[in-house]
Nanobody, 120 residues
């Protein structure tokens, strides 16, 4: 099994910054991609950013130029640096990882989420 634990959420003023972390542990052979999604109250979960094991990145239009995704393959940890935060960024942020376990079976797992609130 694979476990993902997010951290780094909190309350920040508009224009501020936060850095989220996602630590993966368990029977991991390889993580092919890590991604961040978010879900605001009353809305569906939406894609935010993704990074592959080779470092290729993809972002939602709403966060391009403000958010930056990265990962430390040696630590099986992903990061989401969020700058110039806006009230519209308020949501629960979820980490997702896909890859192979040590039993050579595929996995796709989610973390429990971390709350980000942007408010003055």
């Amino acid at each position: 099994q694979v476990q993902l634990v997010e951290s780094g959420g909190g309350l920040v003023q508009p224009g501020g910054s936060l850095r989220l972390s996602c630590a993966a542990s368990g029977s991991i052979l390889h993580i092919s991609a890590m991604a961040w999604y978010r879900q605001a109250p009353g809305k569906q979960r939406e894609f935010v950013a993704r990074i592959t094991s080779r470092g290729s990145t993809d972002y939602a239009d709403s966060v391009k130029g403000r958010f930056s995704i990265s990962r430390d393959n040696a630590k099986n940890t992903g990061y989401l640096q969020m700058n110039s935060l806006e009230p519209e960024d308020t949501a629960v942020y979820y980490c997702n990882a896909v890859g192979l376990t040590t039993r050579d079976t595929p996995f796709s797992d989610w973390g429990q989420g971390t709350q980000v609130t942007v408010s003055s």
